[in-house]
């Protein structure tokens, strides 16, 4: 063989081994790179109602405490926890809490339906789409979310703090500690429970 074949085979060689690890990596990357507790918040793309500005994690969220919640409105469960996102938002809110609810599968609802679902609730944070580019993957691989609802708390850092898949009470006692402690806050005195009465400590002499 001549040293030109000799570099041909094992030009070819190095291109099969590639070839092989490649599959490997792709058909592995969910346990190479998984999306969940300690992990590096992978970035996201979705779009404003209406004018379809792109927001995304690295442009938009970066560096704040983020909150990111991926929903359809004909999830009942994601229905149940709306409310308490909102709760949530009102109070961490102004301190420097981001909650971003992106709708991931209602690809053929017209923005205003969407909008409507969030007026509904009476929702002030960011309400996104996911509606991916041409060749771009959706949030839903991205996060390789499982279910309706899935959320993910990520830390200014960065890094998911907590990953849920099902609903939840967002404005409970352990959910805002977590985001008072990931926003540097002291831990927040426990809520009144529905139904509790304020009790006004009486004066000396009254």
């Not at 690890?21 to 590096?40: C, H, N, Q, S, W």
């Not at 017209?110 to 993957?137: C, E, H, N």
């Not at 809520?191 to 509790?196: K, N």
Request: charged share 20%; net charge neutral.
């Amino acid at each position: 063989m001549t040293r030109r074949g000799q570099w041909l085979l094992l030009a070819g060689i190095i291109l099969v081994i590639a070839g092989v690890v490649g599959i490997t990596t792709y058909g592995l990357r969910d346990e190479m790179f998984p999306v969940d507790v300690g992990a590096k918040a992978p970035n996201f793309e979705a779009v404003k109602l209406f004018d379809h500005q792109v927001m995304s994690l690295k442009d938009d969220y970066k560096g704040q405490v983020v909150l990111v919640n991926v929903w359809a409105t004909w999830c009942g469960p994601c229905r149940i926890e709306m409310p308490s996102f909102e709760k949530l938002y009102k109070e961490f809110g102004p301190k420097g809490l981001r909650i971003v609810a992106i709708n991931a599968a209602d690809p053929d609802a017209a923005d205003s339906t969407i909008k409507q679902y969030a007026d509904g609730y009476g929702l002030s944070f960011d309400v996104l789409r996911d509606m991916p580019a041409a060749g771009q993957d959706s949030i839903m691989r991205i996060y390789k979310t499982t279910a309706f609802p899935e959320t993910f708390v990520i830390d200014k850092a960065g890094v998911i703090r907590k990953k849920w898949i099902g609903p939840d009470d967002w404005a409970s006692q352990g959910n805002r500690s977590l985001i008072a402690a990931l926003l540097g806050l002291p831990v927040p005195s426990p809520l009144p429970a529905v139904g509790d009465t304020a009790v006004v400590p009486k004066t000396k002499g009254k």
